[in-house]
C-alpha cells in the first residue's frame, strides 16, 4: 500500500515538474523578439496603435519600421509574418531593413503582421522554437511562429468563421488568420481590429505600393508566383519579365474576387495602392516532409518531399538540394526591386527610388552576409 501511494507520488511530482519546465519554455518563447540592426536610411518606429487605439499593449499592436530618404518621393509598404511559421517572409523583412539604402520617398517594413501567431509555435506539428543563420562574425538565430494567432489572445473561435463584410464562411480557425479578417473593423476582434488598423495606416500615410511577403508549400499550387489585382498587374507581369532577365522563374497570377479577407484583394480597393502577394516554395510548412527541424527552415531540403515531388505532385521545380533560405530571401528582395523599379519607369521623377541587395549578392554570398551583429543601435521586432 505505501509502494502503491510513493509511485503515485512520484508520478504526480514528475508530472508537475515536466508542467512547470513546459510553462517556462512556452513564457520564454511569448517573451522572445527578433532583433535586427537597421540602416543608415532608418528614421522612426510606428505602431499600429497609432491607428487604432484599442490595440495598445495587445500582441496585436505590430511595430513598423520608417526608412525615410527625406526627398520627396512615393511611399512603400513591405509586410512580412502574415503567417510567422513562414520564415523566409520575416527574414527578408529584416534583410531589407539591415540593407536598405532609401534615396527618395519613404519605405515602411512590418516585418510580423500577426505578432500574436510569431509569439507561439503551431500546436502538432512539432515546430522547432527557433533557427539559426551562419553569418561572417558569429550566428544569429530567430523565431519560428505559427500561421494563427494564439488562442490565449483571441478566444473563443466561432462555430464557423463569417468574414466581414463580405458574409463568406470560412473555417472556425481562420477567425485567427490575419490573411483571411481584411479589411477588418474597429469594433470586431482582436485581428479584425490589426487588419482595420493596417489599412487605416495605408490610407492615411498615403501608401502607393504595398507588398505582402509570404511562402507557400511545395505541394500548392500557387508558388513562385507574384499575385496581384488589376491595379498592380502591368508592375508585377513587366517585373517578372526582368526577373526573368536575372534567371528568376516567377508566374503572375490575377487576384480572384473569391479571396474574401486576402490583403491583396482587400488592399486593392484602396485608391491609388498598388498591392502585391509575393510567394516562394519552403518545404517547412508542406504537410509530407520528414522531421520538423530548424534544417528543414534553413537548407530547404526533404528527402521524403523530394520523392513526392518526382511523382508529379510538387507545385513548383523541387530539386533534390532543397530550396535553401538564402535563394527565398534573394527572391522576395529583388521581386519587390523590380516591381519598383518598373513603377520607376512608369512613374518618372514622382515614384521611388532604393538600393538593395541583388539577387545574385545573396545567392553567391548567402544570407547570413547581410545579416548585421546587434550593437547599440539595434532594434527589436516588439
Known amino acids: 500500500m505505501i509502494r502503491r501511494l510513493r509511485f503515485k507520488i512520484s508520478c504526480v511530482t514528475a508530472m508537475l515538474i515536466i508542467a512547470l519546465l513546459s510553462s517556462f519554455c512556452f513564457l520564454r518563447e511569448r517573451e522572445t523578439y527578433d532583433t535586427f540592426c537597421p540602416s543608415s536610411s532608418y528614421s522612426h518606429t510606428i505602431h499600429l496603435s497609432n491607428y487604432d487605439p484599442s490595440l495598445l499593449g495587445t500582441r496585436a499592436d505590430s511595430p513598423i519600421f520608417v526608412f525615410d530618404s527625406s526627398i520627396p518621393g512615393e511611399s512603400v509598404f513591405i509586410m512580412g509574418g502574415t503567417h510567422p511559421n513562414e520564415s523566409g517572409g520575416i527574414l527578408s523583412s529584416i534583410v531589407i531593413m539591415e540593407n536598405i539604402d532609401v534615396e527618395k520617398g519613404r519605405v515602411y517594413v512590418m516585418p510580423v503582421a500577426n505578432m500574436s501567431a510569431y509569439s507561439v509555435t503551431l500546436p502538432g506539428y512539432a515546430y522547432p522554437e527557433s533557427y539559426t543563420i551562419r553569418t561572417s562574425w558569429g550566428e544569429k538565430t530567430y523565431k519560428v511562429g505559427s500561421r494563427i494567432a494564439s488562442p490565449l489572445d483571441q478566444w473563443p473561435d466561432p462555430p464557423f468563421y463569417i468574414h466581414y463584410p463580405s458574409r463568406q464562411g470560412l473555417s472556425y480557425e481562420e477567425a485567427r488568420n490575419i490573411n483571411r479578417t481584411f479589411p477588418g473593423r474597429n469594433d470586431g476582434s482582436l485581428l479584425e481590429r490589426a487588419s482595420n488598423a493596417v489599412m487605416t495606416f495605408l490610407q492615411?500615410?498615403?501608401?502607393?505600393?504595398?507588398?505582402?511577403?509570404?511562402?507557400?508549400?511545395?505541394?500548392?499550387?500557387?508558388?513562385?508566383?507574384?499575385?496581384?489585382?488589376?491595379?498592380?498587374?502591368?508592375?508585377?507581369?513587366?517585373?517578372?519579365?526582368?526577373?526573368?532577365?536575372?534567371?528568376?522563374?516567377?508566374?503572375?497570377?490575377?487576384?480572384?474576387?473569391?479571396?474574401?479577407?486576402?490583403?491583396?484583394?482587400?488592399?486593392?480597393?484602396?485608391?491609388?495602392?498598388?498591392?502585391?502577394?509575393?510567394?516562394?516554395?519552403?518545404?517547412?510548412?508542406?504537410?509530407?516532409?520528414?522531421?520538423?527541424?530548424?534544417?528543414?527552415?534553413?537548407?530547404?531540403?526533404?528527402?521524403?518531399?523530394?520523392?513526392?515531388?518526382?511523382?508529379?505532385?510538387?507545385?513548383?521545380?523541387?530539386?533534390?538540394?532543397?530550396?535553401?533560405?538564402?535563394?527565398?530571401?534573394?527572391?522576395?528582395?529583388?521581386?519587390?526591386?523590380?516591381?519598383?523599379?518598373?513603377?520607376?519607369?512608369l512613374k518618372g521623377e514622382e515614384g521611388v527610388s532604393i538600393s538593395l541587395p541583388s539577387y545574385k549578392e545573396i545567392i553567391e554570398k548567402g544570407v547570413g552576409f547581410f545579416i548585421h551583429e546587434d550593437d547599440e543601435g539595434s532594434l527589436s521586432i516588439r
Open 204 to 345: 492615411v500615410e498615403d501608401i502607393d505600393y504595398a507588398f505582402d511577403l509570404h511562402e507557400a508549400s511545395i505541394t500548392y499550387p500557387v508558388n513562385q508566383t507574384i499575385v496581384a489585382p488589376e491595379s498592380s498587374f502591368d508592375i508585377a507581369y513587366l517585373a517578372s519579365l526582368l526577373l526573368e532577365e536575372e534567371g528568376v522563374e516567377l508566374s503572375v497570377e490575377a487576384t480572384s474576387e473569391s479571396n474574401k479577407g486576402y490583403t491583396h484583394l482587400e488592399w486593392s480597393r484602396i485608391e491609388g495602392l498598388c498591392p502585391f502577394l509575393i510567394e516562394v516554395p519552403t518545404a517547412f510548412i508542406d504537410r509530407t516532409p520528414g522531421a520538423m527541424t530548424p534544417s528543414l527552415i534553413t537548407t530547404g531540403r526533404d528527402e521524403f518531399l523530394y520523392k513526392v515531388a518526382s511523382y508529379g505532385f510538387a507545385g513548383v521545380d523541387y530539386p533534390k538540394e532543397g530550396i535553401d533560405i538564402s535563394r527565398r530571401v534573394a527572391t522576395h528582395v529583388v521581386t519587390v526591386d523590380r516591381c519598383l523599379e518598373v513603377a520607376g519607369m
